[in-house]
């Protein structure tokens, strides 16, 4: 009989989202009348914006046509949407960001997942606590952990916590560690980090000869000018750092599919016979051999993001899930609650009140509010007795939602 890989069944009982969707179901099927209003999963509500919508409508009339048909693309992505993201999200930053070491993909989660494919099963990975569940998972079910603990946390990794008490911003190793996953704007704190904490990240790494895989998925929401928006942005972060982006939250394609990672070219790792591989060189052909790149369609939509149109209504659609955000945080922070994060970040990191733990939480927003959010232990052990809101929902939506919890608490 075949056999399975076993790392698989080392895996908590079900992924976060999935259990929040199975509490929601029963509770609709017991509760048909009632309105839910869903805070949970960070998916965005509103259109795609109208210049991503014209151009991927005029791709789609050029498929149409045998001499403006479009087959197989490059599986780095097209040139002239990797010189614009070059040009406009890290040069124009001052990062030294060239158009090939940019790959285009249909996710910065698949990316996060699938960039283990190139790493080695030996080395100490650093995961903060709490933490986006992909960078635990994928390295599970790699077989780079052992089985976890009652708490959740797995053998194997090391788990950095952060907390109200270091400003969700994790403290450095005191052991050596080889890969080290952050994500700023954080999810699901949504907690930044200051160029002195990413400096100290870097030179740490440096000296450690570790690689930091930085997810940067949410830099559109940083409204701050003295944060920064990549690890590039630091001296010395393309000699030890992977960065991941989308076009999910801040354009709207979570449904469209459209991220790209940067890989530094000159960016090194050790083989195991000690010498020196260009990771660049790996990944890329990683991608070449497993992904057959994103749609022509979909990439001219991206592209449409640079337009100066599309900088405007993507712009908007930031500032739109941004107000979302400040009005949740002063709705709950008027009810009591101890509120963080949702001023350079879409989400709102709430503290559970009166002692409740997070599912508890959860259930009594449910079955008394209607309103779904995200339980914080889903996101490591730290994160007992937290919540997650997100500012992914229509201003009606947001209202109403603040409306219901207020009145119950």
């Keep these: 009989m075949v056999t399975i890989n076993d790392n698989y069944l080392k895996l908590k009982a079900g992924y976060l989202f999935p259990e929040i969707a199975r509490r929601v179901s029963a509770f609709a099927e017991e509760n048909p009348d009632a309105q839910i209003i869903k805070l949970g999963i960070g998916d965005v509500t509103e259109p795609l914006p109208a210049a991503c919508r014209t151009a991927m409508i005029k791709a789609t009339e050029a498929m149409g ?111 050596k560690v080889d890969l080290i996953y952050l994500c700023f704007p954080n999810n699901p704190t949504g907690a930044v980090a200051t160029k002195d904490h990413l400096k100290d990240w870097v030179d ?131 009810v009591g609650m101890s509120v963080y994060g949702g001023v350079n970040a879409p989400y709102v990191w709430v503290q559970a009140p009166n002692g409740l733990s997070s599912w508890d939480f959860f259930d009594k927003l449910l079955y008394n509010c209607h309103v779904v959010g995200t339980p914080g232990s889903g996101f490591g052990a730290a994160g007992e007795g937290y919540f997650r809101i997100s500012a992914f929902n229509s201003r009606a939506n947001v209202e109403a939602a603040m409306q219901r919890i207020a009145a119950k608490f």
Excluded at 68 to 84: A, C, D, I, N
Excluded at 153 to 169: C, H, M, Q, R, W
Excluded at 299 to 322: C, H, I, K
Aim: glycine residues 8%; proline residues 4%.
């Design 204 to 334: 740490y790494a440096k000296a450690n000869g570790a690689l930091i895989l930085f997810d940067a998925a949410y830099e559109a929401f940083i409204t701050d000018s003295e944060i920064p928006h990549s690890i590039y942005e630091i001296e010395g972060a393309k000699d030890c750092a992977i960065e991941f982006r989308s076009f999910s939250k801040n354009a709207g394609f979570t449904g469209t599919r459209c991220a790209l990672t940067v890989v530094p070219k000159g960016l090194a790792g050790k083989a195991s016979d000690g010498s020196d591989i260009e990771i660049w060189r790996l990944w890329n052909r990683r991608q070449s051999t497993k992904f057959n790149g994103v749609s022509y369609i979909v990439q001219r939509g991206a592209e449409a993001v640079y337009s100066p149109e599309g900088q405007a209504q993507t712009r908007d659609l930031v500032e739109f899930y941004l107000e979302n955000a400040r009005i949740i945080r002063n709705e709950l922070t008027e």
């Design 65 to 175: 046509q045998r001499e403006t048909f479009h087959g197989y693309g490059p599986e780095q992505g097209y040139l002239w949407l990797r010189e614009k993201v070059a040009r406009l999200d890290f040069q124009a930053r001052g990062c030294d960001i060239d158009p090939s070491e940019i790959f285009i993909s249909d996710g910065s989660k698949c990316d996060c997942g699938n960039i283990l494919d190139i790493f080695g099963k030996d080395n100490k990975i650093a995961v903060t606590d709490p933490v986006y569940p992909v960078y635990v998972d994928t390295n599970v079910m790699a077989g780079h952990t052992g089985p976890a603990d009652e708490t959740g946390k797995y053998e194997g990794l090391v788990y950095l916590p952060i907390s109200a008490d270091n400003n969700f911003t994790a403290e450095l190793p005191t052991e």
